[in-house]
């Protein structure tokens, strides 16, 4: 798994610079959808990605938020779930808060996950029973045990629409940061103690997340409770996640399931 490993980071990190060329640059944007973007960035991080790692593990299946989707994916042991640039929006606002997210999925769970911020130049990465590392070094996700003195990073766009305001005043601090994958290496990096979204995302999102924080010694979980599982025929997890150590994770999830939504 660490020669795996050491591709997916070399990949991220070429990727990362093909973002940084097009960062503050001239690039076409479109909408997929309402107040979802993608740009030319986007789709020219995704063809470096797929033609490096299919083409050196031929057998393993694909799913990229930028390539079109087929049942085909379903029926591999290994899977690549890609998001050659998380934080779109924040990319075209010249917000330095976006990622290339690689994650390799066996049986359902992530076994090999990578976050490159090429901006910043930082790297968090993981595999199963391998520890988790940010720019080579260990990392742990937050002690801290009490919501309320918790700094939970958010979505910028829920602070916006107030999608927070049923829980104000039960932790310490909320931190919007644009990206979801981003947050989730900060948090598995102890750079926050909690992660949380009350939306609903995509595998590729959270994939690659979600083996750092598993092996920084955290969790990520649905806000009804439930262990994610990837590489499923319907991508979109409902209704948010939470992702930190156990302990604050079951002080959210209580807080949630008893505020008015």
Known sequence: MESILAAAVEAA???????????????????????????????ASN?????QLREAYPDY?????????????????????????DGTKEFIEGVPHFVVSVALVEEGRPVLGVLHNPISGETFSAYAGGGAHFNGEPIRVSPQ???????????????????????EGHFRRLTPIG?????????????????????????????????ILSEAGGQLL????????????????KPGLVAG?????????ELYNNSPR
């Open 13 to 43: 990190r070429s990727a990362g610079e093909i973002l940084k060329s097009y960062f503050k640059a001239d690039y076409q944007i479109r909408d997929k959808g309402f107040h979802n973007p993608v740009t030319t960035a986007d789709y």
């Open 47 to 51: 063809e470096y990605l797929e033609q």
């Open 61 to 85: 299946g694909w799913l990229s938020e930028e390539t079109t989707d087929t049942d085909e994916r379903l029926n591999k042991d290994r899977v690549w779930v890609v998001d050659p640039l």
């Open 145 to 167: 045990e009490q919501l309320a003195q918790a700094e939970i990073l958010n979505s910028r766009t829920e602070t916006r629409r107030g999608l927070w305001k049923p829980y």
């Open 179 to 211: 990206s979801v994958a981003y947050k989730l290496g900060l948090a598995a990096a102890a750079r926050g103690d909690l992660f949380v979204t009350l939306r609903p995302k995509n595998e590729w999102d959270v994939c690659a997340g979600d083996c």
């Open 222 to 237: 649905c806000l009804t409770g439930d262990q994610l599982r990837y590489n499923q025929k319907q991508v979109l997890i």
């Open 245 to 253: 150590n156990a302990a604050l994770c079951r002080a959210f999830l």
